[in-house]
Each structure stands twice: as C-alpha cells, then as structure tokens.
C-alpha cells in the first residue's frame, strides 16, 4: 500500500519549510514549482527570533546565522534631521530574551540553506499548476507541460497570485495598496567611498514614505534597500520594472545626507508593487489548505511576512503529526485556530506600518516559539 503523499505547490520560503518539517514528522512530500530553477535573486531579508527557532528544529540554525549580518539594534531614524525615534535592542539581547538571535540575510542564500534541508528529490521544478480537482479521496493535480499527479493533501503555497486559492475562492484580483517598493543591493566598496558610516540595520521615516536599509551577509560586503512609498495605480504587466536613481530622488527628496548617498551608490534599482488582500473567510477546505503570501498576504513594512509563511508552515506540520492524514479535517481547523490570530494580528501591524517606529516591546513577535505554544482547541472564529 502506498503511503499518504502531501504535495506542496510552491517551493518559496514558507513551502520549503513545511516541506522539511513535514519530511522531519514521517510524511511522503513532494514539492511542485512553476520555476525551472533557482537563482539568487537580489533581494534582503530579516529572519528573527521566532523563526530561527523554527531553524534550530530543521539544523540549519547555525548555518543560516554564520552566513547572516547579526546587528545590535534596529534603529529608526527621522528621514530628514536624523534624530533617532526607537533603536530597539537585538544581538545579545535577543539570544538571552527570545531565545535565538535576529539576523538579516540575502534571501538566496537562505533558501539555498531551506533547500538543503529538504531529501533529494523533493522539489519537482517547471510545474506550473493548471488545474486542481479534490473528489473526497484525493486531490488530482494538473500541469500546464501536461503532466498530472495524485496527492492525499495539497498545501497552496504559492504566492499571493495563489491558484489553491483561486480554488477555493474564486478567482479575484489582489488588492494595489496604492504602494511600490523600490530594491538594491550596493557594494560595500561604494558605500566606502562616500566616506559616511552605515548602520547595520535602520529603517528612515517621513510621514508617507520610509526606505530600510541593512547587511544581508556576515561580510558585510552588500548593503540592501528597499522602500515603501505612495504610487499610482499600478498599470504594468510585469511583477517588477526598473527604476532610477532620479526617481528616488525624486521620492526621498528633502532626505537626510546619508539617504542621498546611499541612492547616489546604488547600480540597478527596481520598483514592485505592494499588493494584498482582505482577510480570507476560509484557510481550507476538504483536502487544500493555503498558507503564507496565499493566505495573509502583507506589505513588507514589519519584515515578517515571510517568517509568518514559515511559521505557518512549522505550525501546520505540527498540527498534521497530532492528527495523521487519516484526520487532516481536524489538523486543519487546528492550524487555522492556531495561526489566524497571530497571522491577523501581524498583517494588520505590517500594513499599518507603525512596527518599531517608536520605542516598543517586539517580544510578542521575536519571543513565539511555535512548537512551544500550547495548542488552542477548536474552531477559528
């Protein structure tokens, strides 16, 4: 008798991590990406607490912080006197009050460590799903190069544009925050040449507009932007369009000093769209269920929508060794009861764009330990 397979649509952050935790748990899981392959694509990202605990259970802690810039504080300043509005304490703090450290990193090259986590063979790449049908006792799964499988569960995590969702929901279009975000990555050797000091982790404030900046290896050889700023409607085709130093001058205008420098070091910029969407009515049904960009897409102000995708991931995979697939009903109103609150609750932060900016207590985000929360019975409301 062949074993219960789960199959994970999308192998980004958050489904890697469900992928080897769901491998670690006992279960058969195969992986299905639209992409032919990875490549490390030029972006940053932070990693606190809460999901280098998940690392620890995966192996790859000490990996993933090895590689990582590992600052002491995360600071906001005033975008243009540069007055110091929090500087939140991390490095040693973090290890003794939360329990592991907070790092930032290239994203690629913490992927590149989740995929190692993963048993060879996981990953099925150049899948792009077509089609998904659940007749109660299984899931059939269709692709657009013509190829077909059977899984007992199918975990959407794939994106914002999610096709599980669609499934379950409908199609319906994501919302245009009315916000882009403008990405690069700078070379230590320029930011040397201006003669300023960097620090490790700031994020510049102005009333309608902020740019976060910080190392994204132990190094401290690449120096990473990325902004939040209002934008029309969003009307290009593409996922993303280059932009220009000129206008970022443009939006940072009246900026302080090291700001300007900072655009002035930059080589290619690219401007994205920040897209969301309302809360979801649903997180599963039947034998589908979404998790991350999927379920609770976010802007990318408070730097956890991707440890949400992975906590989710941790969550759902502890969840589904309670019951077994033979009861992936109950896993799933488990997950759903366990993670909507929290996963709400760091959305509605995120979008509103207030984390940190002021001197507050992070501890209620950095300090979860998803395995060590007891679970919450019952039905999410």
């Given at each position: ?230 934008h029309p409607e969003w009307t290009h085709e593409a996922g993303s369009v280059p932009s220009s130093r000129e206008e970022m001058r443009e939006a940072f205008a009246g900026y302080h000093p090291i700001v300007q420098a900072l655009i002035d070091s930059a080589g290619d910029i690219s401007k994205w769209p920040l897209l969301n969407r309302n809360p979801l009515p649903l997180w599963s049904r039947g034998r589908m269920v979404l998790l991350g960009d999927a379920c609770h ?35 799933f109103r488990l997950y759903e009861a366990n993670r909507r609150d929290r996963a709400s609750r760091v959305q509605a932060v995120s979008n509103a764009n207030t984390w940190l900016r002021t001197q507050e207590d992070p501890a209620w985000v950095f300090g ?14």
């Open positions: 008798m062949q074993q219960p397979r789960i199959a994970i649509i999308g192998a980004g952050l958050g489904g890697a991590a469900a992928a080897a935790l769901l491998q670690r748990a006992g279960f058969s899981v195969e992986v299905f990406e639209q992409a032919p392959a990875f490549s490390r694509l030029g972006a940053g990202i932070h990693m606190g607490p809460n999901v280098l605990k998940i690392f620890r259970r995966l192996g790859i802690e000490d990996a993933v912080s090895a590689i990582s810039s590992h600052p002491d504080h995360w600071m906001s300043r005033d975008g243009e006197t540069g007055d110091y509005l929090s500087r939140i304490p991390l490095g040693d703090f973090a290890l003794k009050e939360y329990g592991a450290a907070y790092v930032t990193i290239h994203r690629g090259d913490l992927h590149e460590l989740q995929i190692g986590a993963l048993e060879p063979g996981t990953i099925r790449f150049g899948k792009q799903l077509a089609d998904v049908r659940d007749d109660g006792a299984g899931v059939d799964l269709f692709f657009a190069d013509g190829t077909r499988s059977r899984a007992d569960i199918v975990v959407g995590a794939d994106g914002i544009n999610s096709r599980i969702r669609e499934v379950l929901l409908g199609p319906e279009k994501p919302n245009d925050s009315g916000w882009v975000a403008h990405r690069a990555l700078i070379r230590a050797g320029d930011l040397a040449r201006t003669g300023l000091e960097f620090e490790p982790c700031v994020k510049w404030w102005s009333e309608d507009r902020h740019m976060m900046v910080y190392y994204t290896t132990a190094r401290r050889d690449e120096y990473y932007f990325v902004t939040g700023v209002p897409p976010m802007k990318p102000h408070m730097a956890q929508g991707a440890a949400m995708a992975i906590e989710d991931g941790a969550m759902l995979a502890r969840c589904l060794a309670e019951t077994g697939l033979s009861d992936h009903e109950s896993a979860y330990d998803v395995f060590g929360h007891p679970l919450r019975e019952g039905v999410a409301a």
